[in-house]
């Protein structure tokens, strides 16, 4: 079956630094890559997409997502991170091989500490 | 403005009861989703439907039924069957079957036990 790893459970970070988020993903074969926010006790909020082109996908609030084919990766950065970047992160993936729903990942829960 | 509304927000059960959860979209999207949320589990699909009248089980349909009557609504049964409840729910819906369409979610129900 396809996978998603999120390679980090927590991130504790302070405040202005830059922070990544990993993910990847099982299979090279054609994929749509997107990665969702989580504030506590609401649903997953969409910060960006990559479905074909530039492999560099900005988002909003700042972030941004390099899809890597060889590696199978789709790291999140931010360059600056404030406090109300505290939440849960989601990579998600579905493959272009038929009417698949996305795969999540665990999740990364970003602490952004003042 | 268009969105996906779960209702109710909180949700209290007794043990061997049946209890459905609501989910109701104004998008026009074809597809809707069913997840259940667990504390370091990520989203785990349960139910999801591409078209009125039709659905396909997720990875963890045991213990819970839908129905897809209208295209506005794809509602949870989770029944007495399902050993452990006790989970944040979460309705999803997307223009197609997720060939590249992100997601959009409710903010979800969260269901306890009593």
């Known amino acids: 079956a396809q996978s998603v790893t999120q390679l980090d459970s927590q991130v504790p970070v302070f405040e202005e630094a830059p922070v990544e988020l990993r993910c990847n993903y099982s299979s090279s074969v054609s994929v749509y890559l997107f990665w969702y926010v989580q504030y506590p006790n609401q649903g997953l909020q969409l910060l960006l997409k990559?479905?074909?082109?530039?492999?560099l996908v900005k988002g909003i609030n700042g972030f941004e997502a390099e899809f890597n084919k060889s590696q199978t990766s789709f790291h999140l950065r931010k360059p600056s991170v404030h406090i109300s970047d505290t939440a849960e992160y989601f990579c998600a993936v579905t493959w272009n091989s038929g009417n698949t729903p996305l795969v999540f990942g665990k999740g990364t829960r970003l602490s952004v500490i003042a | 403005d268009g969105g996906i509304t779960q209702s109710p927000k909180y949700l209290f059960r007794k043990e061997g009861q049946n209890v459905t959860l609501s989910c109701e979209q104004n998008l026009n999207h074809d597809a809707m989703y069913w997840y259940r949320q667990d504390p370091g589990q990520g989203l785990r699909l349960i139910y999801y439907?591409?078209?009125?009248?039709?659905?396909q089980k997720g990875d963890i349909a045991e213990g819970y039924s839908v129905s897809r009557e209208k295209k506005e609504s794809f509602p949870l049964t989770v029944t007495s069957a399902q050993k452990n409840p006790t989970a944040f729910y979460l309705c999803?819906?997307?223009?197609?079957?997720?060939?590249?369409?992100?997601?959009?979610f409710g903010d979800g129900t969260r269901l306890s036990i009593l």
């Open positions: 439907s591409q078209i009125v009248n039709d659905f």
């Open positions: 999803a819906s997307s223009m197609a079957g997720g060939l590249g369409q992100p997601q959009h």
């Open positions: 990559y479905l074909s082109g530039s492999t």
